[in-house]
């Protein structure tokens, strides 16, 4: 992941390789949602996720309500972790 946004209205992007490799096989193109979930399970948020042209995955909205719902602090250390489903793609978010 290179960059992640705290600021209303800005996206949250994975790299690349990252994208490629293991998102993209992975990702509901009919839809766009993905649930995202503290890990101990108390708040989830659905975003919006696609396959950006800069061949990046990418949320587009919702991460900035997540980021702020969770009270996540920027410097703060946290780990993403990604899971595919039966209800496809979901990301869990874990405060380190």
């Known amino acids: 992941m290179t960059e ?3 600021t209303q209205g800005k996206r949250m992007y994975f790299n690349v390789h990252f994208s ?11 839809h ?4 995202i979930t503290t890990g101990d399970g108390t708040t989830t948020v659905t975003v919006r996720f696609i396959k950006g042209v800069d061949k990046r995955a990418t ?3 919702g991460w900035s ?3 702020r719902r969770t009270h996540m602090n920027e410097g703060q250390a946290y780990a993403f972790g ?3 489903t039966s ?3 979901r990301l869990i978010v874990y405060s380190i």
Request: with cysteine.
């Open 82 to 84: 990604f899971k595919c």
């Open 87 to 89: 209800k496809g793609l």
């Open 59 to 61: 949320i587009t909205k």
């Open 32 to 35: 766009g949602e993905l649930p």
């Open 20 to 30: 490629t490799g293991s998102l993209f096989p992975h990702m509901n193109a009919d």
């Open 4 to 6: 992640t946004f705290a």
């Open 65 to 67: 309500d997540f980021f």
